[in-house]
């Protein structure tokens, strides 16, 4: 694979997914500069969840599940659900909180999603760097869509859980809690359906599910932000 397919497969989904964003939020958009800024932070949240990984032996939890798949079945599920899907959420959601707290521009329940959707595709961008060099053809690009895709729609929902009660004057701390809980069980059941081409199907149900959702959401609050 040649270095120019390897960062076209990277860098093309981001910004791709990254003005998609920024369009749906076009009434009241965010900053430019700060969208980059969370993509990069997501990156750098990413790096930082691969080395916590690493450090899972040492309190008796595997850092790679992947034995699990044929004959652990359901240790493999608690495993998604109870520990990638959590570690890996609550990564994600920690520059979300740096984000709350020092970007004024975060005025609405619908920059909850965009944040969240956008330090995703940071956080998808670096765990493709270790995947896609392994690959080639329509795997290669396949995966170089689906993974931001997928990641964004799983943090949607802590991010819209968690903008929404920001702006309410809500508790974060619950809402944080219940959003990452609840992105952590779609994120684990999701991994563990896709390692079965009988379950596949079902994988693609959920994104399905949640996209409807957040597509639902996101038009909701663009019409509210046209009527403001």
């Not at 032996?57 to 520990?83: A, E, R």
């Not at 609550?90 to 619908?110: G, R, Y």
């Not at 940071?122 to 869509?145: D, Q």
């Amino acid at each position: 694979m040649t270095p120019w397919i390897f960062l076209s497969a990277i860098i093309a989904p981001a910004i791709f997914w990254i003005f998609y964003f920024y369009y749906k939020d076009r009434f009241r958009p965010e900053p430019i500069i700060y969208l980059g800024l969370a993509y990069i932070f997501g990156l750098f949240t990413a790096f930082a969840c691969a080395r916590f990984y690493a450090i899972l032996p040492l309190i008796g939890l595997p850092d790679d599940p992947s034995f699990m798949i044929g004959s652990h079945k359901i240790q493999f599920l608690f495993y998604s659900i109870g520990v990638t899907g959590i570690v890996e959420e609550f990564f994600k959601f920690l520059p979300f909180l740096v984000i709350i707290a020092t970007f004024k521009c975060f005025d609405e329940k619908i920059d909850g999603i965009i944040y969240a959707s956008v330090i995703a595709l940071g956080f998808a961008s670096y765990e493709n760097m270790g995947y896609l060099v392994y690959m080639s053809s329509f795997e290669l690009f396949g995966r170089a869509i689906t993974s931001p895709l997928t990641h964004t729609i799983f943090s949607s929902i802590w991010g819209y859980a968690v903008g929404n009660a920001y702006i309410h004057k809500k508790s974060i701390f619950k809402a944080s809690i219940a959003g990452i809980l609840l992105a952590a069980f779609f994120h684990g059941i999701f991994n563990f359906f896709t390692t079965s081409s009988l379950l596949r199907i079902f994988s693609a149900l959920v994104i399905l599910v949640v996209w409807v959702w957040r597509i639902r959401i996101m038009e909701k609050l663009s019409k509210r932000g046209k009527e403001a």
